[in-house]
């Protein structure tokens, strides 16, 4: 008997990871990897939460923390995070916000809640590839989102939809440090993915996972501010507005949330039921406790080391790299994108710098909806230390200027 006939069709767009493939190379110590997104684990509030989870397991809360959770999650921590969006622009009450098992949950719960087969998507070339593997399950199909560059005219996008046999359902994007582009879109840039929306009459998804890792620069509003402000209220608004603790404080306890209209947080919790019935009520425990005692200290702290390493990364790639290559200069986050002379493919590329160079990436390609940008790639700073920085970006220039001479003869 073969398994694999009984596969759902859906089971056909599930694909493996570039990045989290490429996270094994991390065990090699002679390659120097700017490929995983992955905070520094040097940086962690170890201590912060050593505290917690004690004062959690000794205290009056031990019980419950141990205990089944309401689907919703933890209301004190629904209640600070309903502080913290406020303080950013986002006024809402806990009744708003809903806790995931990291920020990728909630991206496969909004394409499970909005797509049917042969819906069509909206985002931008490039856009995340973990949202990309979440979508996919649902069997969309993709359109380009341009905020800043000229999108298609409501008709346009609707007859595209119709064809592809569905509907437009919503514009996905990350307005802050995107990844892997590390773009910030201006203030006109949202309004005009608003009005696109509104035109639509379609969902706006704010990935909003590096919004807390600005270096400089002026601070945007969040897509979900200004929706909140022109609709009346939150309730009203179109935008679900996707966060996480993984950037700031922990990844491995996997713990984000969603700020949303009710009827939309009221949704999810019956997916939430259905699929894990709560994340993990300790966790969300310590994450409160570490979130009210140390959150903006631990913030400032990683801004600065990020933004340090990121300054050098800007300053090697300007020393070293060859004509005809191009890279973004992102005003926080934890990328930069470059793109390679047009006849380089920057998969053939990765496989020569880890075999000849010693140095990981992620080939640009992956984040594309198409499978194009392939002379593109994705540079990681927040691992990237002095040595990885003047030892790593010299080789990869070199190579880039050998593949570039190669091609060439």
Known sequence: MELADLF??????????EIRELLKLLDQPDIISFAGGIPDPALFPHEAFRTAYAEVLNGPNAN????????EGYKPLRTWIAAEMGRIGIPCDEGNVFITSGSQQALDYLGKLFLSPGDTALVTWPTYLGALQAFNAYEPTYDRLSPGTGNMTPDAYRAAAEAAGGRVK??????????????????????????????????V????????????????????????????????????YCGSFSKTLAPGLRMGWVCAPRRIVDKLVLMKQAADLHSPSINQFAIHHVAETVFAEQVAR????????????????E??????????????GMFVWVTLPPEIDAATLLARSIAEARVAFVPGAAFHADGSGRNTLRLSFTLADERAVSDGIPRLAAL???????LAA
């Open 8 to 17: 759902a069709t859906r089971a056909a767009r599930m694909k493996a990871s």
């Open 64 to 71: 419950a923390a141990l205990q089944y959770q309401v689907s």
């Open 170 to 203: 919503f514009a996905y994007l990350v307005p802050d440090f995107d990844n892997p582009s590390g773009r910030t879109l201006t203030l006109a840039e949202r309004e005009a993915v608003l009005d696109l929306a509104e035109d639509l009459d379609i969902a």
């Open 205 to 240: 998804i704010e990935d909003a996972a590096y919004q807390a890792l600005r270096y400089d620069g002026t601070p945007v509003p969040p897509i979900l501010s200004i929706d909140a402000a022109r609709s009346g209220g939150i309730d009203e608004a179109r935008t679900i």
């Open 302 to 317: 990683i801004r600065g080391v990020y933004g340090a390493r990121r300054d050098a990364l800007l300053e090697a790639l």
């Open 319 to 332: 020393a070293s790299m060859p004509a005809g290559v191009s890279w973004s200069k992102p005003e926080g």
């Open 400 to 406: 880039i200027r050998d593949e570039t001479q190669r």
